[in-house]
């Protein structure tokens, strides 16, 4: 049975960037309380405009509506689904061999010409002749949720004792990813004994979720039990990922979740997870002033890049 005391606190962004230092330390208290915790927090007071989460819905209403003929043609072969179109049941959890059932679309950083990580990253594709509008509303969320994920950042360092920019700084030009996803009605599209998204960790470090258009997101608490998580319109459900953890010594344990099928065959879902990502060469590798007294890594370190290149593998999508 889920335990009576859980609960996945909310904070309001504008304590730390406009509070008092009374507030601000606030802030800092129950964001790194909830993430260790619960793994989740969930996020008011931030910049990202509504607006602009009913535009990119919008926008993929009208691509996912496509034939599938005119999606594949946004589909990069052997990229690990980084850029554009994910077809159905492609990916699947670690320890799930069924596939997932969801098609999705990747937008990754919009980086000027020459420089330095383009190459790596390649460049985002736009399905501007079939959704015109998808390119202006994708990019103006990815903008607003990366902003709001260094300021998470900065007050998770401060939790844990950190320099303020020690966690943000890895995710400046960082190899994040917004994912659009799709999870159409189970009377069209089904595999069986899949599941909408099977119990996983996320990689990254944090994973920002604005409201999704249907219910599911299920998380499980350290004793094993499961909860609806679903953020209100307006709201961002915010999760700790593997590199987080894994960075911090699991001080901040990343978190399982899950999005289970709906009840109707009718339903669909879709949901706009920003995968917040460092920087290729960033390296996963617990800070000395983390480490209590006698107390070791329990990770070797590990770049960003091979980390992330280890847990596509797992998943199928390399």
């Known amino acids: 049975m ?20 009374k507030e601000r330390a606030e802030f800092i208290r129950v964001l790194g309380d909830s993430f260790r915790h619960t793994g989740f927090v969930k996020v008011a007071g931030h910049a990202v405009r509504q607006a602009d989460v009913d535009g990119a819905y919008a926008s993929a209403r009208a691509f996912f509506a496509l034939p599938e003929a005119v999606k594949r043609r946004y589909l990069v072969p052997g990229s690990g689904g980084a ?24 937008v990754g950083q919009e980086l000027p010409a020459g420089h330095p990580l383009k190459p790596a990253y390649g460049d985002n594709l736009w399905p501007e002749a079939e959704v015109p509008d998808f390119k202006a509303h994708t990019l103006a969320l990815y903008r607003a949720l990366e ?29 994040s990813i917004l994912r659009i996803i799709h999870y159409p009605a189970l009377r ?19 994973t920002l979720l604005p409201a999704a258009t249907d219910s599911g997101l299920q998380l499980r608490d350290r004793s094993g039990a499961w909860h609806a998580v679903d953020g209100l319109a307006g709201e961002i459900v915010a ?39 460092p920087r290729p060469e960033v390296v996963l590798d617990c800070p000395e002033a ?16 091979a980390f992330l290149m280890q847990r596509l593998r797992e998943i199928g999508l390399i």
């Open 2 to 21: 889920p335990s009576p005391s859980f609960q996945v606190e909310t904070v309001h962004l504008s304590q730390f960037r406009q509070g008092s230092p």
């Open 83 to 106: 850029r554009g179109f994910t077809p159905f049941g492609s990916e699947h959890a670690k320890d799930n061999p069924v596939g997932d059932l969801k098609e999705f679309w990747h």
């Open 147 to 175: 902003d709001c994920a260094g300021t998470l950042l900065e007050a998770l360092a401060l939790y844990l004792g950190l320099p303020e920019r020690s966690l943000a700084d890895m995710i400046v030009d960082g190899n």
């Open 188 to 206: 069209d599209r089904y595999l069986e004994g899949g599941v909408r998204s099977s119990a996983h960790e996320d990689i990254n470090l944090i």
């Open 239 to 277: 999760d700790a990922g593997d590199m987080l953890s894994r960075h911090v010594n699991l001080k901040i344990p990343s978190t399982t979740h899950r999005v289970v099928n709906p009840a109707s065959p009718e339903a669909v879902r879709y949901s706009m997870p920003f995968f917040c990502h």
């Open 290 to 305: 983390l480490l209590g007294a006698g107390e070791t890594r329990r990770f070797e370190p590990i770049t960003a890049h």
